[in-house]
């Protein structure tokens, strides 16, 4: 924008413009000063001063793309290359790998769980790009962003070919019409097969129902890590130009529609200093601060008024203010006290919201409750009910892919998402923060036949590449799962790929079966297909537990003589009480032990009396793997120290009591 002194008219003229404008009137003097990304430029043209309010990129061309692709395929890695080579940093700054994953879950997993924003510009072009989550269960987080962004960068590895999570955000980003480039990454791999695996994208596309334009896809080849891409396979090997050329002539610019202030609001952060802050792109209009807006909610309701006290950009990896943001450009704004995701911020005026893109329903929940065991409060200092709740909606608010529910019973509330890994995520935080609560094993989420009132079952699409001579155990496991195989074909280097539909509470607890069954070799990639009629019981755990009969410390005399019983799961000195599990047992029933016990300190000797004993590693589960291992009747405790399992009633006579309750009512169902 273009401000005189005089008059007060105010021109706007895009980046280009303005450069030309100030070139030809200072007689290319003053124009050295002006480049992307100034704050201030303040340029005299004969008596008069122009001054170049706010950030001058927000005129510069714009370019809201996505890098969508399966788990591991070097999404955020291609990020990190992209940030470097278009100079936002300086060329001695350290700069860890991914960089965009900054939350402290996402650098211990090397996962990516939040789609998170930057931007870069090249050749006067401003380029918003958002990372995306490359897991199924956060898939909610890809669907959101998609209307932010006219086109995709679909990165498929060189081996691997297209994944679940490729087919699911693909179809999604095909619907929206987003315009796709094909970058197969991983090219230097030995096994790689880029001629198949573009086949493969190919009819992938096809089967998603792309139109031709969509069909007639950029293709470009390369290594993220090593940061270059080419049109050929073999080079050259030199930089990303290729690629951020081809996103200035593929993707379009952003669509901009006329009238009022319009944005969707997609991603919801707090920031200690200035409260709620909302993502989304600009509609229509623009946003400045200390402008007055509303809220509306998705069904035209009103949600709140406020003024916008700050407007942010996207410069790189950092958030910066901006006196003035326009029509297509990705920004956050705060200043707003009740509104959240898929609201629409927008003028007084306005009646009409955006609509915002429907999101898959979840297919497992889990009981959220407080923690009643005895050593309750001890661990952490968040343990009321009340805070719970408020924890568990502060978390809806901001992930619409989940949803909390109050239940029948006192202080438990059913949360329900769209996998174990998107549940274990939120349990691991709620721990972190200090919260201490006990949870239930996963269940799925039925649904019932609007006609024939036939109950219903999530399924999902399984690929799993293993060894050869392993394929057979995993197919007769999975079977004796409902599993139903689909395709089975060699996928080279001797490792066979197997595409299975197996129901989703058929793959509760089996990742670490598989692993087992094929020595650590077997991958297995899984992602939602549908809802199909129920496929009848599938057996749990074959093996019961070890229950503490008291409580006090575990002595290692006790677990010594135990193991014979079966493997333990906690060590000598720690703590245990009544009801708490402590080992599997070999049998399939459950055995009440005594881990307090110590040796009697008598004077009788015996020949080896007092050999030392020697004591197998206990069996240690992390969160998911506790998760999918008990069984309906036991709760996992999960505190900021500690990750126990107990049974949901700790005292014996209460769990036979609810035995006997439970085939009662079996015995009346099947009389019914």
């Given at each position: 924008?273009?401000?005189?002194?005089?008059?007060?008219?105010?021109?706007?003229?895009?980046?280009?413009?303005?450069?030309?404008?100030?070139?030809?009137?200072?007689?290319?003097?003053?124009?050295?000063?002006?480049?992307?990304?100034?704050?201030?430029?303040?340029?005299?043209?004969?008596?008069?001063?122009?001054?170049?309010?706010?950030?001058?990129?927000?005129?510069?061309?714009?370019?809201?793309?996505?890098?969508?692709?399966?788990?591991?395929?070097?999404?955020?890695?291609?990020?990190?290359?992209?940030?470097?080579?278009?100079?936002?940093?300086?060329?001695?700054?350290?700069?860890?790998?991914?960089?965009?994953?900054?939350?402290?879950?996402?650098?211990?997993?090397?996962?990516?769980?939040?789609?998170?924003?930057?931007?870069?510009?090249?050749?006067?072009?401003?380029?918003?790009?958002?990372?995306?989550?490359?897991?199924?269960?956060?898939?909610?987080?890809?669907?959101?962003?998609?209307?932010?962004?006219?086109?995709?960068?679909?990165?498929?590895?060189?081996?691997?070919?297209?994944?679940?999570?490729?087919?699911?955000?693909?179809?999604?980003?095909?619907?929206?019409?987003?315009?796709?480039?094909?970058?197969?990454?991983?090219?230097?791999?030995?096994d790689e097969r880029h001629q198949d695996?573009?086949?493969?994208?190919?009819?992938?596309?096809?089967?998603?129902?792309?139109?031709?334009?969509?069909?007639?896809?950029?293709?470009?080849?390369?290594?993220?890590?090593?940061?270059?891409?080419?049109?050929?396979?073999?080079?050259?090997?030199?930089?990303?130009?290729?690629?951020?050329?081809?996103?200035?002539?593929?993707?379009?610019?952003?669509?901009?529609?006329?009238?009022?202030?319009?944005?969707?609001?997609?991603?919801?952060?707090?920031?200690?200093?200035?409260?709620?802050?909302?993502?989304?792109?600009?509609?229509?209009?623009?946003?400045?601060?200390?402008?007055?807006?509303?809220?509306?909610?998705?069904?035209?309701?009103?949600?709140?008024?406020?003024?916008?006290?700050?407007?942010?950009?996207?410069?790189?990896?950092?958030?910066?203010?901006?006196?003035?943001?326009?029509?297509?450009?990705?920004?956050?704004?705060?200043?707003?006290?009740?509104?959240?995701?898929?609201?629409?911020?927008?003028?007084?005026?306005?009646?009409?919201?955006?609509?915002?893109?429907?999101?898959?329903?979840?297919?497992?929940?889990?009981?959220?409750?407080?923690?009643?065991?005895?050593?309750?409060?001890?661990?952490?200092?968040?343990?009321?009910?009340?805070?719970?709740?408020?924890?568990?909606?502060?978390?809806?608010?901001?992930?619409?892919?989940?949803?909390?529910t109050e239940t029948a019973e006192k202080d438990s509330f059913d949360v329900a998402g769209r996998g174990e890994l998107q549940l274990a995520i939120l349990i691991e935080n709620m721990r972190r923060e200090g919260f201490e609560l006990t949870v239930s094993r996963p269940r799925v989420v039925y649904k019932r036949d609007e006609t024939t009132g036939q109950r219903l079952e999530p399924i999902e699409e399984v690929i799993i590449d293993v060894d050869e001579e392993h394929s057979g155990v995993v197919v007769q496991k999975l079977s004796e799962r409902k599993g139903e195989l689909i395709e089975m074909r060699p996928s080279g280097g001797g490792r066979t790929r197997m595409v299975l539909y197996v129901p989703t509470r058929g793959l509760l607890g089996y990742q670490s079966e598989l692993l087992t069954d094929t020595r650590g070799t077997a991958v297995m990639n899984r992602i939602f297909h549908e809802y199909a009629p129920y496929k009848g019981e599938i057996s749990g755990r074959r093996t019961g537990v070890l229950i503490s009969n008291g409580n006090g410390e575990a002595t290692a005399y006790s677990l010594f003589n135990l193991q014979d019983r079966g493997p333990s799961m906690i060590g000598p000195q720690t703590r245990v009480y009544e009801g708490m599990i402590v080992g599997e047992h070999t049998r399939d029933n459950d055995l009440i032990v005594n881990v307090i016990q110590g040796k009697k300190l008598t004077n009788v000797r015996a020949s080896g009396k007092d050999d030392a004993l020697i004591l197998t590693p206990p069996m240690r589960l992390s969160l998911e793997k506790a998760m999918s291992y008990i069984m309906d009747d036991e709760l996992v405790e999960v505190t900021p120290e500690n990750i126990r399992l107990r049974k949901r009633w700790l005292d014996p006579n209460e769990r036979k009591k609810q035995e006997r309750k439970k085939e009662a009512e079996a015995a009346d169902a099947n009389v019914a």
């Amino acid at each position: 924008m273009v401000k005189t002194n005089r008059g007060g008219k105010l021109l706007r003229l895009s980046f280009g413009s303005l450069r030309e404008v100030v070139r030809q009137a200072a007689g290319g003097s003053a124009c050295n000063m002006l480049r992307p990304g100034d704050k201030m430029v303040r340029c005299k043209i004969g008596r008069h001063r122009i001054n170049t309010l706010s950030d001058v990129g927000v005129f510069m061309e714009l370019r809201n793309i996505a890098i969508i692709a399966h788990v591991d395929h070097g999404k955020t890695t291609l990020v990190d290359e992209l940030l470097k080579q278009s100079g936002v940093f300086r060329e001695n700054q350290q700069v860890a790998e991914r960089a965009m994953d900054s939350n402290d879950i996402e650098r211990e997993r090397g996962i990516t769980i939040l789609a998170k924003c930057t931007s870069v510009v090249w050749k006067d072009t401003r380029i918003n790009i958002i990372d995306t989550p490359g897991h199924a269960d956060f898939g909610g987080e890809v669907e959101r962003i998609l209307n932010m962004v006219d086109g995709a960068i679909v990165l498929v590895d060189a081996s691997e070919g297209p994944l679940p999570q490729t087919k699911f955000v693909v179809s999604k980003a095909l619907k929206q019409g987003l315009r796709p480039i094909v970058a197969i990454n991983k090219i230097d791999r030995p096994d790689e097969r880029h001629q198949d695996v573009l086949n493969d994208i190919f009819d992938l596309f096809a089967n998603c129902d792309a139109n031709d334009e969509q069909l007639d896809f950029p293709v470009l080849y390369g290594s993220g890590r090593n940061g270059w891409m080419a049109e050929d396979p073999a080079g050259p090997q030199e930089s990303l130009a290729p690629l951020f050329d081809l996103v200035l002539r593929h993707v379009p610019p952003p669509k901009v529609d006329t009238g009022p202030t319009r944005m969707l609001a997609t991603t919801l952060t707090a920031d200690p200093f200035l409260g709620r802050i909302l993502t989304g792109r600009i509609t229509s209009g623009s946003i400045k601060p200390n402008q007055a807006l509303k809220a509306l909610h998705h069904d035209g309701s009103l949600v709140e008024n406020f003024r916008v006290s700050k407007v942010l950009a996207f410069r790189g990896l950092e958030m910066t203010s901006v006196d003035l943001a326009e029509a297509g450009d990705i920004v956050a704004i705060a200043g707003m006290s009740e509104a959240t995701v898929a609201d629409t911020l927008c003028d007084p005026e306005v009646s009409e919201p955006l609509a915002a893109q429907p999101i898959d329903p979840p297919t497992l929940s889990m009981l959220f409750r407080i923690n009643d065991g005895p050593f309750a409060g001890q661990e952490g200092d968040k343990v009321q009910s009340r805070v719970i709740r408020d924890r568990l909606l502060k978390e809806a608010e901001r992930n619409i892919a989940i949803r909390i529910t109050e239940t029948a019973e006192k202080d438990s509330f059913d949360v329900a998402g769209r996998g174990e890994l998107q549940l274990a995520i939120l349990i691991e935080n709620m721990r972190r923060e200090g919260f201490e609560l006990t949870v239930s094993r996963p269940r799925v989420v039925y649904k019932r036949d609007e006609t024939t009132g036939q109950r219903l079952e999530p399924i999902e699409e399984v690929i799993i590449d293993v060894d050869e001579e392993h394929s057979g155990v995993v197919v007769q496991k999975l079977s004796e799962r409902k599993g139903e195989l689909i395709e089975m074909r060699p996928s080279g280097g001797g490792r066979t790929r197997m595409v299975l539909y197996v129901p989703t509470r058929g793959l509760l607890g089996y990742q670490s079966e598989l692993l087992t069954d094929t020595r650590g070799t077997a991958v297995m990639n899984r992602i939602f297909h549908e809802y199909a009629p129920y496929k009848g019981e599938i057996s749990g755990r074959r093996t019961g537990v070890l229950i503490s009969n008291g409580n006090g410390e575990a002595t290692a005399y006790s677990l010594f003589n135990l193991q014979d019983r079966g493997p333990s799961m906690i060590g000598p000195q720690t703590r245990v009480y009544e009801g708490m599990i402590v080992g599997e047992h070999t049998r399939d029933n459950d055995l009440i032990v005594n881990v307090i016990q110590g040796k009697k300190l008598t004077n009788v000797r015996a020949s080896g009396k007092d050999d030392a004993l020697i004591l197998t590693p206990p069996m240690r589960l992390s969160l998911e793997k506790a998760m999918s291992y008990i069984m309906d009747d036991e709760l996992v405790e999960v505190t900021p120290e500690n990750i126990r399992l107990r049974k949901r009633w700790l005292d014996p006579n209460e769990r036979k009591k609810q035995e006997r309750k439970k085939e009662a009512e079996a015995a009346d169902a099947n009389v019914a």
